[in-house]
């Protein structure tokens, strides 16, 4: 009797959580963040999806003078975006195995199509998983400090 009570009471809370605190928590959280969705949204910037077309292209594209993207850089990207992807949860993230993957990636061009991997493959962005994780609790993501640690690795990485 006593444990279905407590167990209804858990759900109560649950939904409450995913009905209110939850959209109210998104709201309210992190605020100052869309100067990384600007730099996303930026073609120049590393982080953008498209970045690494400048310099490698894929078959069914015309090459226009660029590279035949290597099977092994694509292999190299689609695994660090996997453990990318995987580094974030709805309770905990592991921000050690995030920058273990992101510290596999020697080019801005690597980030980019790794960024592109999980749009296309994961269906969430870099900078998404980076400042929210999957979740929406303060805790998801990456702090500040970490977010400004991973740009400037970027940053300081060759474009090629
Ligand atoms: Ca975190």
Redesign the pocket.
Known sequence: MEKNKLLINAVMILAIYFLFAKPILKFFRKPGKESYQAEANDPQSPLNGNFWQRYFYIVGMTANGRRLLPLGTYTKCRDAAKKIFDAFGYIN?D?TQFFGALNSLSSKAEVSLTASILEQKHNTSLLSLMNY?KGTLP?????DGEINIAIKFVNNLPNL
């Open positions: 993230d921000e994780g805790q998801n993501g990456l702090s």
